[in-house]
């Protein structure tokens, strides 16, 4: 068992036994206008909780299931958007990347470099990830066991890169289904890094409408209590003002006016799991 690595993102401290850490924003950025208003409602709902928080956006959503649906503002504009919003609010930003030439440019805006769930074992572009110095975050594939994610860890890691993240996002549970095993939790944590649970993309049901995903919101409490009584580090929530019209993945968004009284409870089952480990 590898000793729990803290990590430093400026002034916040994620992992070990520092307080939870919230990873929230839309899925993708809709437009500059959506994507500022969402940052501002978050950076001072968490300010008043005393949450560390980072916002996450992504500039394409490369895996969406249909060829027609809505990918994103692209590289170079999504990235200008998030450069604002960074210089307005002063918080830090994530964005995923799915190939290894987008690194270094989101690397010069992002502070956590997400490597999606389907791409979590392309070595390129681990390695890439690991050697631009940023925070790396890489979601554990729908695919994989959770002991798998150290042959992963350790390509991060071969960089000299030991700032990593790991998110629990489900598991394929027969078709269009994912199941949360929270015997996951504890077994990542092992390999050294802070462990996030994304509690949105974990009600997914992939493909179950058809041309896009289904998903089940009104789960994401459930599994958001159940994780941090496991241990979760982080939390990982996409949110929207109005899931019905979201571009990307509403289905499984968690309605923005939900999120304070789900960030209270959880917040407190986190503080008792932490005091518990201490005992």
């Not at 000299?160 to 998110?167: H, S, V």
């Not at 939390?235 to 499984?252: I, K, M, Q, T, Y």
């Amino acid at each position: 068992m590898t000793a729990m690595r803290e990590i430093e993102l400026g002034p916040l401290r994620l992992g070990a036994a520092r307080p939870l850490f919230l990873i929230a924003g839309p899925c993708v950025i809709e437009s500059e206008e959506h994507a500022t208003r969402l940052a501002e409602h978050l950076a001072a709902l968490t300010s008043a909780l005393r949450l560390p928080f980072v916002f996450k956006a992504s500039f394409d959503k490369a895996n969406r299931s249909a060829l027609s649906s809505y990918r994103g503002p692209g590289l170079r504009e999504g990235l200008r958007i998030l450069g604002a919003i960074k210089a307005r609010f002063g918080v830090p930003l994530l964005t995923d990347v799915h190939e290894a030439a987008q690194v270094a440019p989101a690397a010069e805006v992002c502070d956590i470099l997400q490597v999606p769930a389907f791409l979590c074992r392309q070595t390129d572009l681990l390695l890439a990830v690991g050697a631009s110095g940023r925070v790396v975050n890489v979601k554990k594939g729908q695919f994989l066991a959770p002991s798998d994610m150290g042959l992963i860890v350790e390509k991060v890691r071969s960089t000299g890169n030991d700032r990593i993240l790991l998110t629990e996002r489900g598991t394929t549970f027969g078709y269009q289904n994912l199941v949360v095993d929270l015997r996951a939790i504890p077994i990542l944590r092992r390999l050294g890094c802070p462990v996030v649970l994304d509690v949105t993309h974990a009600v997914q049901l992939p493909g179950g409408a058809g041309s896009r995903s289904g998903g089940q919101p009104e789960f994401i409490e459930t599994l958001a209590r159940a994780g941090a009584a496991a241990g979760i580090d982080g939390l990982f929530c996409e949110v929207h003002e109005d899931p019905s019209r979201a571009l990307s993945d509403g289905a499984n968004a968690l309605r923005l006016d939900r999120l304070p009284e789900l960030l209270g409870r959880v917040m407190r089952l986190s503080a008792l799991a932490r005091e518990w480990d201490a005992l």
